[in-house]
């Protein structure tokens, strides 16, 4: 037994030394750092247990690279401490939500770590549990399909969770399993539900507890559930931020409550602390949140400016770098994509849209957000030619991703080509299909949710729907695509000004007045002189006040 427990003990000192961790530690808490309070009960010796608690704080804000060197450090202070390589196996999965078939390097870095723990051997059988469930992660990774490893490490927790009801951490981390392995496609959102309710009894029990705030947020990041997460994004900032996910994460609430501002203002820090912490991939991430928001309340100005700096941003994001925030290298290439395509379809700039050059990734479905924007802008500008190339370009797309098990992104871009096909089908004449064919894209959208990297649709189905109605001069039908789109997008700039002009065309001057005024409230901030659209609004809105009343 003495014999198992040296070689286990020898085993940790190479893997200590052979990442570093014996240097100078690059991620040593600095003064005041405030990461929300974490008590997790552990055998390790009394110097680790503060270390452990600290790992697994970072952890909870989703520090991944801290938080294995914290994990790491644990180590050094009591090489015994087997639990920590569970803490070091769950960091390197990474960001949870992030939908990416995760790489064979990174899957045998987490299986090395459940090995090396199971090795070393944990001392109680509580801690042995918590290594076999992340184990379920990375077993047989070779053959089985990383779904079903997510269902099964979710379906461990669960065990671990009713084996220890005494143990708080032990429901956390099975509310995040559950959230995280949600069906975008169950629309009673049950594990969502099921998730957030777990979380709020202890949230209410531990209020300055990180991972608590924050899975509640991403738990609720739904449309019909947002509101429930408002009162965890108000507070999660406050329990930890010297975490730049823990500055951004409010503002998934936010945006999908429409509150613009607060978004802007979120990631405005968040931005900035990813940039001191050199984590370029959440700082780009930060910012296409930021051009959203900027969009909505037209602070085009804004806008301009953070797509002037781009370029600066993308000359220090390093896709090959081991991730140490939430976002990974995906997360970059899909803001790098995003941001100009945004701010081409949000202005309606179709010869801009239909100029912009799809970035080289490894994330495919990142080139397809390009080639959906410069369809869309071809087929306004009745470039034919170019929009059929962009139709195949996105046919070529979506068959990859088929192929690569990615089935979430290929229906994404499937999404996107129906609505370029459908668009190309109205230049070309052919209206009944362009409808037929943007409907489906519309319903194709309504079966799926969007995915944490993206603050909403580059364009919304139903409203590009809503506005080819009104092209084909059916401005009530059109109306009634705007308020759907509404209800999960709302205070969007473009479906709210579209509901006015849809209401005023269908003689429903009421509904009309009272999304002109929404428009102008949602853009209180907006730059003077004003978009064309908002002097229309003030002006709508004045000769409807003028009127005399009957």
Partial sequence: MLRARLTGWAAALVFVASTGVAQEHQHAPAPGEKLGTVRFATSCNAAAQPQFDRAVALLHSFQFGPATEAF??????????????????????????????????????????????????????????????????????????????????EQAMSRVASAYPDDREAAIFYALALAAAADPADKTYAKQLKAGAILEKLFAEQPDHPGLAHYIIHSYDFAPLAPKAIDAARRYSQIAPSAPHALHMPSHTFTRVGYWQDSIESNIAAGAAARREGQTAEELHTIDYRMYAYLQ???????????????????????????????????????????????????RAWAEAAKLQPRPSPFRYTEAITYFVRGLGAAHTGDIATAQSAIAALEQIRNQLTQGNEGYWAQQVEIQRRGVSAWTALAEGRTADALREMQTAADLEDGTEKNAVTPGPIAPARELLGEMLLQVSEPAQALKQFEVTLKKEPNRFRATFDAAQAATLAADHETAQRYYNQLLKICERADKPARPELDEARKAVTVAQDAPRE
């Fill in 297 to 347: 309340t037209a602070q085009d100005a804004a806008a301009e400016r953070l797509l002037r700096e781009l370029p600066e941003v993308a000359s220090r994001f390093d896709p090959d770098a081991s991730p140490s925030g939430a976002a990974g290298a995906s997360a970059g290439f899909f803001a790098l994509a995003a941001i100009p395509a945004r701010h081409a379809l949000e202005h």
């Fill in 72 to 153: 790491r450090n644990t180590l050094q202070a009591d090489l015994s401490c087997a639990i920590a390589y569970w803490g070091i196996a769950l960091s390197q999965w990474t960001n949870p939500f992030a939908a990416v078939t995760r790489s064979a390097q990174r899957l045998q870095l987490g299986l090395e770590a459940v090995e090396h723990g199971k090795k070393l051997g944990a001392k109680t059988e509580r801690e042995r549990a918590y290594l076999d469930a992340v184990s379920r992660l990375y077993a047989d990774f070779e053959k089985t399909d990383q779904r079903a490893r997510v269902l099964a490490y």
